[in-house]
C-alpha cells in the first residue's frame, strides 16, 4: 500500500504489525483512546527503605524472565553507563529474547552487539541507534523488526499499551533510598530526567540505580518514590563530561555559519518573529551558530523570547542569563552549560509527554512558532531523513523531528549541500523519518528554498535579501558537482518500521545488501 508520503508499505508489514500507513500529519487529531495502566505491588508495611544489594538482585525481585521488554532512557548520551551493567547481568542470568526499549541509543552502546548475536536481545525500539548496533540492524541481526519512533511517539506508544514495558531502569544522578530521583546534583548530574518519566509511570516495575545516594526527602522529586519499586547504588551511573560528544557542539565551519546567517535572516523577516516568539533548535553546529546570531538581533531590536524548548544548548541558555527568554523547558541538556542552569529561575523540567506526545491534550511542540532542524537529506517533496545514512546503513535518531516540526508554524531544515560528496538535497531520501508537508523551509549554503505549500512564507520572502532557489534546483546543483549517487542496494528482507509520531507507518528500512567487488 502507497502512504501519504508515496512510500509502499508491504501488506505483510500492516499485517504483521496491525499498523495502518501514514496518512498525514493531522489524520488523527482528535482521536480517542483508553490509556493502559501498569501493574502496581502495594508498598503498605515497609522497613522505609526500598535499596537491594545490587543489579542482579533487582532484576530477581522484579521477576525477570525471557522474553520481558525492557525500559532505557539517555540523558548522558556517549556516558551512559545504566544500559550496558543492566545487560550484562541480563546476560550472565542467562536470560534471552530481550527487548530493548530506549528513549536512544548510541555508541556507548556497543558492547551489546555481543547480545544480539548471542539471543540475548532479539529486538529494539528507539528514537536513534548509532554505532555497532545500527550497522547489526541494517544486516538484518536481530530476531524482530526494530521499530524507530520519535520522543512523542514513544510516550504515545507507551501511553496507549501498544508498547508494554516490564522492568525499567532510571539512571538518577541523585536518589533517595525510598527511591525519590532527581537529574541533578551528585557526580554524574545530566540535568532532568524527561525521558524516563513515562517509564516510571507505565511500567510494571520501577528500578533506580543511583551512584549518589542522599537523605530523604531528595525533593523536589523529577520522579517520584510512589513510582519506583527498588534502589540500587553503584560506583557510577555516567560519565557527565560525554554528554556534549557528537552532533552537541558549536561549528567553526564557514559554509555552516553561512547557513546559520541565512536562517537568521529569514526567521527576523517573519511576522512570527515579535515578542513573545517561541523557539527551539538542534543540536547541528549550523543550528547552535544559529541561536547565537538571533540572540545579537533580539538584543538590537528589543524582542524577547517567550520561551524555548526542547534539548537545551549553552546558547539558549545565555538567553536566560541575560533575560532574553521567560522560560525554558527542558527534555535533555546537551552540554554541561545547560546542566548547570537546571533550577535556575526559569529554567523548568517537562516531561517528554508535555514536550511532543501528539496523543495528549495538548503538547508544548503546538505552541512553537520556529524550530530549526538538521537533517541527513532532504528530497524534492521536502521529505527528510534523519536516520539511515546514505550508504543504507542504520546511522541516526528521529528524536523529536518529526514532532517539532509537526507542532511548529514555521520549520526550518539546515543542511549542507553537499555531505561528504554526498548530495544532501536528493530526488528521493534514503528513507522518510520527517514528511514534506510538515517542514517549511530549507537552507543551504547554497541557497533557500521555501516549501510550494507555504504561500504565505513566500509572499514574506519577497522582502528579503536572501539567495532563493526552488528546491529541484538545489538538487540540480548539488548532482551537477558530485553527480547523481547511486541508489543504495537493499536486500528484500524488512528489518525495521518508521513510525510516524501518530504510530502509522512512515517506511521501512530493509537490510542493505553486502558490497560485492568486481573482478574487473
Do not use: W
Not at 537523605?215 to 534502589?231: C, E, G, L, R
Not at 541575560?322 to 537546571?342: H, Y
Amino acid at each position: 500500500m502507497i502512504n501519504a508520503v508515496g512510500r509502499e508499505i508491504p501488506e505483510e508489514i500492516l499485517k504483521e504489525t496491525g499498523k495502518e500507513p501514514f496518512m498525514g500529519v493531522h489524520h488523527f487529531d482528535g482521536h480517542e483512546y483508553k490509556k493502559s495502566s501498569p501493574v502496581t505491588k502495594a508498598v503498605a508495611n515497609s522497613n522505609g527503605s526500598k535499596i537491594v544489594d545490587s543489579i542482579r538482585e533487582s532484576l530477581i525481585k522484579c521477576g525477570i524472565k525471557d522474553g520481558m521488554v525492557l525500559g532505557f532512557h539517555h540523558h548522558f548520551r556517549e556516558g551512559d553507563y545504566v544500559v550496558n551493567m543492566v545487560m550484562k547481568e541480563v546476560h550472565d542470568m542467562g536470560i534471552k529474547d530481550i527487548t530493548i526499549c530506549a528513549s536512544s541509543l548510541g555508541k556507548a552502546h556497543d558492547p551489546l552487539i555481543d547480545y544480539i548475536e548471542d539471543g540475548t536481545i532479539i529486538g529494539i525500539q528507539s528514537s536513534g541507534v548509532r554505532g555497532k548496533i545500527g550497522k547489526a540492524i541494517s544486516e538484518g541481526k536481530l530476531k524482530k523488526l526494530t521499530i524507530m519512533r520519535s520522543h512523542g511517539g514513544r510516550v504515545r506508544a507507551i501511553e496507549s499499551g501498544e508498547v508494554k514495558i516490564d522492568i525499567s531502569f532510571i539512571g538518577a544522578p541523585t536518589c533517595d533510598d525510598y527511591g525519590n530521583c532527581r537529574g541533578v546534583g551528585g557526580k554524574s548530574d545530566c540535568g532532568v530526567l524527561s525521558y524516563a518519566v513515562v517509564d516510571s509511570e507505565y511500567a510494571d516495575k520501577v528500578v533506580a540505580i543511583t551512584d549518589c545516594l542522599v537523605p530523604f526527602p531528595n525533593y523536589p522529586a523529577q520522579i517520584s518514590m510512589t513510582k519506583v519499586d527498588y534502589v540500587v547504588v553503584v560506583d557510577e551511573i555516567g560519565n557527565p563530561a560525554k554528554i556534549a560528544t557528537g552532533a552537541a557542539k558549536p561549528t567553526t565551519d564557514l559554509r555552516r555559519l553561512l547557513m546559520a546567517d541565512y536562517c537568521t535572516q529569514f526567521v527576523v523577516n517573519t511576522p512570527y518573529f515579535k515578542d513573545g516568539f517561541s523557539y527551539q533548535t538542534g543540536v547541528g553546529g549550523a543550528s547552535i551558530a544559529s541561536t547565537i546570531s538571533l540572540a545579537k538581533i533580539m538584543e538590537e531590536k528589543n524582542i524577547r523570547m517567550g520561551f524555548g524548548v526542547g534539548g537545551l544548548t549553552k546558547p539558549m541558555c545565555d538567553l536566560l542569563k541575560n533575560g532574553q527568554v521567560d522560560a525554558l523547558m527542558d527534555t535533555q541538556d546537551f552540554d554541561l552549560d545547560a546542566v548547570k542552569s537546571v533550577g535556575s529561575p526559569g529554567h523548568y523540567p517537562i516531561t517528554a509527554g508535555e514536550y511532543a506526545n501528539p496523543f495528549n491534550k495538548g503538547a508544548v511542540v503546538n505552541k512553537l512558532d520556529f524550530v530549526i532542524l538538521a537533517t541527513l537529506e532532504v528530497d524534492v517533496n521536502f521529505n527528510c531523513n534523519v536516520v539511515v545514512g546514505s550508504d543504507g546503513m542504520v546511522t541516526g535518531a528521529q528524536g523529536g523531528h518529526p514532532d517539532t516540526a509537526a507542532g511548529a508554524k514555521c520549520t526550518i531544515i539546515l543542511t549542507p549541500l553537499i555531505q561528504g560528496r554526498i548530495p544532501a538535497v536528493c530526488t528521493n531520501v534514503t528513507t522518510v523519518t520527517t514528511p514534506g508537508e510538515a517542514v517549511d523551509v530549507v537552507i543551504t549554503d547554497y541557497g533557500v528554498a521555501i516549501n510550494p505549500r507555504r504561500q504565505d512564507l513566500m509572499e514574506y520572502a519577497k522582502n528579503m535579501d536572501l539567495p532563493f532557489k526552488t528546491i529541484e534546483e538545489l538538487r540540480d546543483i548539488a548532482y551537477s558537482i558530485v553527480g547523481e549517487p547511486e541508489p543504495v542496494q537493499f536486500d528484500d528482507k524488512i528489518v525495521g518500521i518508521i513510525e510516524g509520531r501518530d504510530g502509522t507507518i512512515m517506511d521501512v528500512v530493509r537490510k542493505i545488501k553486502p558490497f560485492e567487488f568486481s573482478e574487473e
